[in-house]
């Protein structure tokens, strides 16, 4: 471990040289790339010069020891402890910091919120569920850019995609894709019975032009009117636009703006996004289960999380975490169970050795 600290902090001081150059700034692209590294490599090197610093400590400490009498060796012997604690402190920190890293680490986030079973009162947990990350965002300080919405007949949403930008948005939003159940009496049942439903949510890495490019030529680009709920149309133009991607058959169709031009934008950011996360599990050679593993079939035996609005609980079924504050959850309070996944995220990368 100690040999590749040396490396990395050979690499920050030939990149904090790299940076000084006025040639290195001109070039966006390098320059983007380098503080990017720089960022990612400060935190580990501060560290690690943290940790030699209290091992010299320990040392120059018993070296004295050997000689010192009275109260000077308790003196040192307490220095020494706190020296080897401050070093085994450092060493677990070293640990997290040298584990590999999320491809995705810096990336914006791309999330699709659908009703899946459950009929209207899906649509209606899919809205609470937009409203939830909504509220999270904005304690969090990112910004959130809703790229498409599908509203239902009772005021619900039967799909809606939207962007979240702002630091540490992929680390934080990772997890939560996947069927979510909920348990409630909808507002649909006149006999007050607690019906199960459940809505799919589906996180994706955004993916800009230069990580993904797509060749014009492999583009069928359709375009129609604009329609609303139950199909009335809602736009006289022609604004609406479908984009397929023919080498893979991936479709997106976007219709909230009104100009064709804006739409497309939009459309081809979700569909980067889309082949980026595929290419992603194409490498890992995951390509359908990693899709799967967070929507699955949208079936309510397939959730990893249930809302219980009778006991006023939330439950993380991956990591046997409950807690009874649901009223705050869906307000958008989701530090403690985005924490509570973060923290089983980092036990089993140390206990996987980093």
Not at 53 to 81: I, K, M, N
Request: cysteine-free; overall charge negative; hydrophobic content about 35%.
């Amino acid at each position: 471990m100690f040999e590749r600290l040396s490396a990395l902090e050979n690499e920050l001081a030939s990149i904090e040289a790299q940076l000084a150059d006025p040639g290195v700034f001109a070039d966006q692209e390098a320059y983007v790339r380098l503080t990017r590294r720089h960022k990612e490599l400060e935190p580990v090197v501060a560290v690690s010069q943290a940790y030699r610093q209290a091992r010299d400590d320990l040392a120059a400490a018993r070296e004295l020891l050997v000689d010192a009498t009275g109260p000077d060796r308790e003196l040192l012997r307490s220095d020494a402890d706190d020296s080897a604690s401050t070093m085994a402190r450092l060493e677990e920190e070293l640990k997290v910091l040298l584990a590999p890293k999320d491809p995705n680490d810096g990336r914006n986030v791309l999330v699709e919120i659908r009703g899946a079973e459950g009929g209207e009162e899906a649509n209606l947990f899919a809205k609470d569920l937009f409203e939830m990350y909504s509220g999270y965002a904005t304690r969090q300080g990112w910004r959130l850019e809703v790229l498409s919405s599908t509203p239902s007949e009772m005021g619900g949403l039967g799909e809606v995609t939207f962007l979240l930008k702002g630091p540490d948005v992929w680390s934080h939003m990772k997890h939560e894709g996947g069927p979510h159940r909920v348990q409630r009496v909808p507002v649909t049942e006149s006999q007050g019975r607690v019906h199960t439903s459940s809505a799919t949510v589906t996180v994706l890495p955004e993916a800009k032009e230069v990580d993904v490019r797509v060749d014009p030529n492999d583009l069928q680009v359709d375009v129609y009117r604009s329609s609303g709920p139950g199909g009335q149309s809602v736009n006289t133009t022609d604004s609406a636009v479908r984009v397929t991607h023919k080498p893979t058959g991936i479709v997106v169709a976007m219709q909230d703006e009104k100009s064709q031009i804006q739409n497309r934008a939009k459309a081809m950011v979700v569909l980067r996004s889309r082949l980026l996360k595929a290419e992603q599990d194409r490498q890992a050679a995951e390509l359908s289960e990693q899709r799967r593993g967070q929507v699955g079939g949208g079936g309510r035996s397939e959730k990893i999380r249930t809302y219980n609005f009778k006991e006023n609980r939330v439950s993380d079924h991956r990591i046997n975490f409950t807690s009874y504050n649901l009223d705050k959850v869906l307000h958008g309070h989701l530090d403690e169970v985005v924490g509570a996944l973060l923290q089983d995220e980092r036990a089993r990368q140390l206990a996987d050795g980093g």
